[in-house]
């Protein structure tokens, strides 16, 4: 079984490019056994999709306000988080 350092690194590494059939059958494996890193994954996973929900980069998204970074942010872009968290399933 590969260790839970291999298991992070592919978990991030196949969210940028597919994973050979070995590796993404290790990493099942791994995550079906160890659940700290089902849970990195899940998390993982959610951020990722949060970031491409919220991330309009525009004048007033938290990325682009920088040093002057708002404390809350916009309430349409808290509607969309919201709808995107409870919509979907965090499941490998
Ligand atoms: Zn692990």
Redo the contacts with the bound molecule.
Sequence with gaps: MI??KE??ELTSRRLDEPLSFQNRMALRF??L??????T?AKQLAMIRHLSQVAGDFGPNSVIAAGSGMQKTLPPATKARLKGAISGKDWTL
Aim: with cysteine.
């Design positions: 260790s839970c298991a992070a791994h995550v056994m160890c659940s700290l890193c089902r990195f």
